[in-house]
C-alpha cells in the first residue's frame, strides 16, 4: 500500500512540477503550428501528406498536389484563430477553399475547410507533428 502511496505521490509531483498540461497553451496558434506535419488517415489522391508550416507559411505535398499557402491569425469572441487559402501548381486548390486552423496539444494540426462556394463542404485534414 506504502508502494502504490508513494508512486501517486510521485506522479502528482512531476505533474505539478511540468505545468500539468504539457505544452497546449505555449506561443500563439501560428507559433503552435509551426514545423513539419504528417498526415493521419491512409493518403488518397486528393490529400496533402506532409505539411510545413514556418512563420505562418505553408507548404503541402501529396501524391498528386503540391500547394503553398498563407495563414490569417485573426481573435473573435477572445478566441485565436487562423484561416489558411492553398494555391497548387495544378491550379486550383483540391477543393478545399478557406480552411479553418486548430492546433491540439501542439501534437495535432487539424484543418477544417469550407469547400468550394456553393458546395456542401470540404474535407478535414488532420496531422501529427511529425
Known sequence: MRKAGWIAASFLAVTVATGCSGNGDSGTLL??????????????????DRVTV?????????????????????????????????????????GRGIGHLTVDSDD???????????GFGGPLDSYRRA
Open 31 to 48: 507559433e503552435r503550428a509551426n514545423g513539419s506535419w504528417k498526415y493521419i488517415a491512409t493518403p488518397t489522391d486528393n490529400t496533402l
Open 54 to 94: 514556418a512563420d505562418g507559411k505553408v507548404t503541402a505535398k501529396g501524391g498528386k498536389l503540391s500547394c503553398t499557402g498563407t495563414m490569417s491569425p485573426t481573435t473573435e469572441n477572445d478566441k485565436e484563430e487562423a484561416t489558411i487559402t492553398y494555391t497548387c501548381e495544378q491550379g486550383g486548390d483540391g
Open 108 to 118: 495535432y494540426l487539424i484543418i477544417e475547410w469550407e469547400g468550394p462556394v456553393g
